[in-house]
């Protein structure tokens, strides 16, 4: 069974930073492509990272470039989103996610889900 558990939201002020961590447990962060997307009420959920299964290419969305950095470490099965620069728009849930098939960097389509943390950015 395929576990996908996030931490590490909370608040925190405009110009903060935070790290948000996604614990795997079923499938080998090695052998599978991660991704982080956030969604707020009322709107689609938002791409923001592929980090492919070969851990040697990202792609990042358009809002988080250049402030966001996704990693993996693979011995612990967990995948990490450090976020700085967070500002009042950033305020959302984050989930991480990882497609339903091994060696493939699909990440728009059938995954596996976490439950979200929340991230609060105050200004």
């Known amino acids: 069974q395929v576990q996908l558990v996030e931490s590490g939201g909370g608040l925190v002020q405009a110009g903060g930073s935070l790290r948000l961590s996604c614990a795997v447990s079923?499938?080998?962060?090695?052998?599978?492509?991660t991704g982080w997307f956030r969604q707020t009420p009322g709107k689609e959920r938002e791409f923001l990272v592929l980090?492919?299964?070969?851990?040697?290419?990202?792609r990042y969305g358009n809002s988080v470039k250049g402030r966001f950095t996704v990693s993996k470490d693979i011995a612990k099965n967990m995948v990490y989103l450090q976020m700085n620069s967070l500002q009042p728009e950033d305020t959302a849930d984050y989930f991480c996610?990882?497609?339903?098939?091994?060696?493939?960097?699909?990440?728009?389509?059938?995954?596996?889900w976490g439950q979200g943390t929340q991230v609060t950015v105050s200004s």
């Open positions: 996610a990882v497609p339903r098939s091994a060696t493939s960097d699909y990440i728009w389509g059938d995954n596996y």
């Open positions: 079923g499938v080998s962060v090695g052998k599978y492509a």
């Open positions: 980090l492919r299964w070969s851990g040697d290419d990202t």
